[in-house]
């Protein structure tokens, strides 16, 4: 497993985590042993926007002895007072889940409590107006929430609550048919989701994963808007090349699939290249570098995304980017022109001559 650091809270944080939207469906035992295995395999992230109340003894009975060395995300807002999952903006009704919340997880603290479910600017009004934004902010006071989240699937809103929250995690909905404008929760323009990932990135806020697959969609070629299917890998490795992600937070209901998402660090580059992606190309992306490092190997050793990724991250105004861009060994100042690159872009992207401008423009 490898590790991602929260750079607002320090945390560090496994790149693979789990969500727990249909854990419950595989029965307790098998439920139990999946999260074990989890951890034994290094994640220490765990979604709890649970589809069921269920999941919460699961979670306490698997986890509770290595409380402390894991990260839970709770979400206020969620409420599972009938059993499954429900959406709630009344203040005591957030209250009594959280309680009950804790109780069956066996912990009497929050690593991450999250503004929940956000996706409409009146959502936020009516969050504060009811008063339960001032109460994650109480039990931040009294240590029980020990750092401040967000959950939305919408661009304007996000900007507009970071703007006025001070947030730690944002959990966003995250994979290439979203960003493609393809899915039920594709939310945003191709270039205003962008954008989120870059504020993110400069502004130091880890984002955490939702929907890495589509709701399983991204899996079937019969139902992919790329006419063919991606695996598990490719949406993982997609997700985790996204500027400002720490954390993917696929579902696992068993020991069997945990055990596919662990053997994501023994694939080989092409069995998580996702350039396919490219066969449903929207007009906004055309020539626009999304770091799929297609285009590798460049004879001179350069690492054309990455150096893609910090050049628009420093347009963003990330100062740190630029940075972490001169310390690299090789940089764009290498490229030779040879076109290596150019001829296997997928999006068309003229890279020997984005070297010359990033050069121009980074020195």
Request: hydrophobic letters at 30%; aromatic letters at 12%.
């Amino acid at each position: 497993m490898k590790y991602r650091t929260n750079r607002k809270t320090g945390d560090r944080i496994s790149e693979i985590g789990i969500g727990s939207s249909y854990m419950y469906e595989a029965g307790k035992e098998e439920a139990v042993k999946a999260l074990r295995r989890a951890y034994e395999g290094g994640i220490n992230y765990y979604d709890l926007a649970a589809g069921h109340g269920d999941c919460f003894p699961i979670y306490g009975e698997a986890l509770s002895d290595v409380r402390e060395k894991i990260f839970y995300q709770i979400h206020f807002g969620a409420d599972y007072t009938q059993g499954d999952y429900g959406w709630s903006l009344d203040l005591d009704t957030v209250r009594r889940s959280v309680e009950w919340m804790l109780k069956q997880l066996r912990t009497d603290y929050i690593d991450y409590g999250f503004i929940h479910c956000q996706d409409e600017i009146s959502d936020w009004e009516t969050y504060k107006k009811n008063g339960i934004y001032d109460y994650i902010l109480e039990l931040k006071e009294k240590g029980v929430v020990r750092h401040i989240g967000l959950s939305s699937h919408t661009p304007k809103v996000i900007n507009r609550i970071l703007d006025e929250a001070d947030v730690d995690m944002l959990m966003f909905s995250v994979n290439p048919g979203y960003d493609f404008g393809e899915g039920e929760y594709a939310y945003g323009e191709v270039e205003e989701r962008r954008k989120i990932y870059e504020r993110c990135e400069k502004d130091g806020i880890g984002i955490s994963c939702m929907k890495p697959f589509s709701g399983g969609q991204l899996l079937d070629a019969s139902v992919s808007p790329f006419k063919q299917a991606l695996s598990v890998h490719q949406c993982l490795k997609y997700i985790l090349d996204k500027p400002g992600v720490l954390v993917a937070l696929p579902g696992a209901k068993s020991v069997k699939e945990v055990e596919e998402l662990l053997t994501y660090y023994d694939k080989s580059e092409e069995e998580l290249d996702y350039s396919i992606i490219s066969s449903f190309e929207p007009i906004a992306m055309s020539g626009k570098c999304v770091y799929c490092n297609h285009c590798k190997p460049c004879p001179m050793g350069i690492d054309i995304g990455l150096v893609n990724k910090y050049y628009d991250l420093t347009l963003a105004g990330d100062e740190m980017a630029k940075d972490h861009y001169r310390k690299l060994e090789i940089n764009a100042s290498a490229c030779i022109g040879c076109g290596h690159c150019d001829s296997r872009c997928p999006f068309n992207v003229k890279q020997s001559e984005k070297m010359k401008e990033i050069v121009s423009f980074m020195g």
